[in-house]
Nanobody
Framework: VQLVESGGGLVQAGGSLRVSCAAS????????MGWFRQAPGKEREFVAY????????YYADSVKGRFIISRDNAKNTVYLQMNSLKPEDTAVYYC????????????????????WGQGTQVIVSS
């Protein structure tokens, strides 16, 4: 599956932004999806996960209650709605597709995922 992110940009602290990930390929509707992010000088970190049907989601503690992951299988798209943004949310956000089953904290591991987008930059100003 090929992934293309969009929707990043500059937003003030406390604001909202939605990033999208368009997928091509016939397997999208059967693949769990995730969002990771990488801030300057830091390692890539897990943000959110959604199961193939959308019924199961997981979030990093740092974004829980502020971010919402969702998907529209008819449009081959996964979304990340980001609310109450903080300067520490500044990062490049990557969409990714899982290559195998995971559950719970197992879905936080980048090795679960084998397809990655090019990333979209999100900058939160204070």
């Amino acid at each position: 599956v090929q992934l293309v992110e969009s929707g990043g940009g500059l937003v003030q602290a406390g604001g909202s932004l939605r990033v999208s990930c368009a997928a091509s390929g016939r397997t999208f509707s059967t693949q769990p999806m995730g969002w990771f992010r990488q801030a300057p000088g830091k390692e890539r970190e897990f943000v959110a996960y959604i199961s193939w049907g959308g019924g199961t989601t997981y979030y990093a503690d740092s974004v829980k209650g502020r971010f919402i992951i969702s998907r529209d299988n008819a449009k081959n798209t996964v979304y990340l709605q980001m609310n109450s943004l903080k300067p520490e949310d500044t990062a490049v956000y990557y969409c990714t597709a899982a290559s195998r089953y995971c559950s719970g904290y197992g879905c936080y591991d980048a090795s679960v995922y084998d397809s990655w987008g090019q990333g979209t930059q999100v900058i939160v100003s204070s």
